[in-house]
């Protein structure tokens, strides 16, 4: 593989900092509990064409391009249900293991418990001054996330058993523009 072609997927993991699916389990399971209505954004995150990630003190999303500049409004197929990709933060920070959480290529990291009975889909959320709305597609691991953590961490985010915890994360659509900042509030307004 060209470096040029490794790039435009955004940099490679450090497999030294790979952590075993035993450690991953106990150390997920002593995690405390997220908030369940009202959290923070904690990181927002752009992905450049050639690979780089960019933090962002702030962005304002839209409908149309999600995070401006982003990979997302680059690529085809553009699927608004995986406009926003969205992870917890404290698990990104587990699964990470000291690597930096661009790495995994999510455009937002939040304080929230994103689990399926905390965030079904069509649940609403007012994220800064935008609002956004969870989708229905899954956010599972994939080559990319297992060449960057390991095939333990890919096993951990897609393990039958917590799958309804959302480890590797979710998706959100958004409905109405706005800007959002480095630790403004992320607010649940309404669950289906």
């Known amino acids: 593989m060209s470096e040029l072609e490794r790039e435009a997927h955004g940099p490679a993991g450090d497999a030294s900092r790979h952590l075993a699916l035993a450690a991953l389990a106990a150390r997920a399971g002593a995690l405390p509990a997220a908030p369940r209505d009202a959290g923070r954004v904690a990181l927002i995150v752009r992905r450049h064409p050639s690979g780089e990630r960019e933090t962002l003190a702030s962005t304002q999303l839209s409908p149309a391009e999600g995070v401006p500049g982003d990979g997302w409004s680059r690529r085809p197929p553009r699927d608004p249900e995986a406009q926003l990709a969205v992870m ?5 920070e587990l699964v990470a293991n ?7 290529g999510d455009n937002l990291f939040v304080d929230l418990d994103l689990s399926a009975s905390n965030l079904p889909f069509a649940t609403r959320l007012r994220v800064g ?3 956004v709305v969870m989708t229905a597609k899954p956010h599972n691991g994939c080559i990319k ?5 390991g095939e333990d961490a890919l096993r951990f985010v897609q393990a039958k058993e917590t799958r309804e915890q959302n480890f590797r994360g ?3 659509k958004v409905v109405e523009p706005g800007e959002v900042r480095a630790g403004d509030a992320v607010r649940v307004l309404s669950r289906p």
């Open 88 to 92: 917890r933060r404290e698990v990104a």
């Open 98 to 104: 000291g690597q930096p959480l661009t790495l995994f």
């Open 129 to 131: 001054t935008a609002l």
């Open 145 to 149: 996330f297992k060449g960057r953590f």
């Open 170 to 172: 979710v998706y959100w």
